[in-house]
């Protein structure tokens, strides 16, 4: 039986992957000891994306950031969700706000 054996090119550079902005899967969800881990502290601004806003017929408002369903006082990484109105949502970090818009499609 023949068997090969994959060799390593000195030159070939090392697989990075890439997350897309997302949680790498192969990180643990739950930490040994049974807590769950949090991986969203290190967030940019640049990283995080509106993707809806939903609104309640009791005035509460929701919005969809990178997947996630956040109200207000809600926070995502360092970012605490301030305001939400129909079509942007206020987050704050510190004392900076930052204003996000709701992409409209065409």
């Known amino acids: 039986m023949l068997s090969i054996i994959p060799t390593i090119d000195a030159d070939s550079k090392p ?11 192969f990180w643990p969800i739950v930490s040994s000891s049974g807590a769950i881990n949090n991986y ?11 993707e809806g ?15 996630r369903v956040v109200a207000i006082n809600d ?6 969700v301030t305001e939400i109105r129909e079509d942007s949502v206020v987050l704050k970090k510190g004392k900076q706000k930052f204003r996000m818009k709701l992409k409209k499609e065409e």
Do not use: C, K, W
Request: aromatic letters at 12%.
């Open 53 to 67: 806003i939903m609104s309640g017929p009791d005035g509460r408002n929701f919005a969809m950031i990178n997947g």
């Open 40 to 50: 969203e502290t290190d967030f940019m601004i640049t990283d995080l994306v509106l």
């Open 15 to 25: 697989f990075i992957y890439n997350d897309h902005g997302r949680r790498d899967p």
């Open 75 to 80: 926070s995502i990484g360092q970012f605490t």
